[in-house]
Nanobody, 125 residues
Framework: QVQLVESGGGLVQAGGSLRLSCAASGRALSNYNMGWFRQAPGKEREHVAAINTSGGATYYSDSVKGRFTISRDNAKNTVYLQMNSLKPEDTAVYYC??????????????????WGKGTLVTVSS
């Protein structure tokens, strides 16, 4: 198994930027397609972004495309989510995830094998 730990969450003003990190341990990160999800209070979990094992392909939800960038450094066993032009509606707990049973984009519930505990991002206006 792989353990995932998110960091980098916090309070930021609208229009600002924040960089989230997801550190993996136990297994090499290169074995897993990775993604970011988020969940706002009272809302369902939302798929944010995904990246394949090599980092050569990325996927973004329409709500964040053009503002967020997912990347990975397999040598450091770390996945990142660079969030720019943040909006109040981006406020949520952000979760790192790994897997890819049916596809590298992690679009199905069955695709995710590992979850981090989450880090809170709050965007003020």
């Amino acid at each position: 198994q792989v353990q995932l730990v998110e960091s980098g969450g916090g309070l930021v003003q609208a229009g600002g930027s924040l960089r989230l990190s997801c550190a993996a341990s136990g297994r090499a990160l290169s074995n897993y397609n990775m993604g970011w999800f988020r969940q706002a209070p009272g809302k369902e979990r939302e798929h944010v972004a995904a990246i394949n094992t090599s980092g050569g392909a990325t996927y973004y939800s329409d709500s964040v495309k053009g503002r967020f960038t997912i990347s990975r450094d397999n040598a450091k066993n770390t996945v990142y989510l660079q969030m720019n032009s943040l909006k109040p509606e981006d406020t949520a707990v952000y979760y790192c995830a790994g897997g890819g049973r049916t596809g590298w984009r992690l679009l199905q519930n069955y695709d995710v094998d590992y979850w981090g505990k989450g880090t809170l991002v709050t965007v003020s206006s």
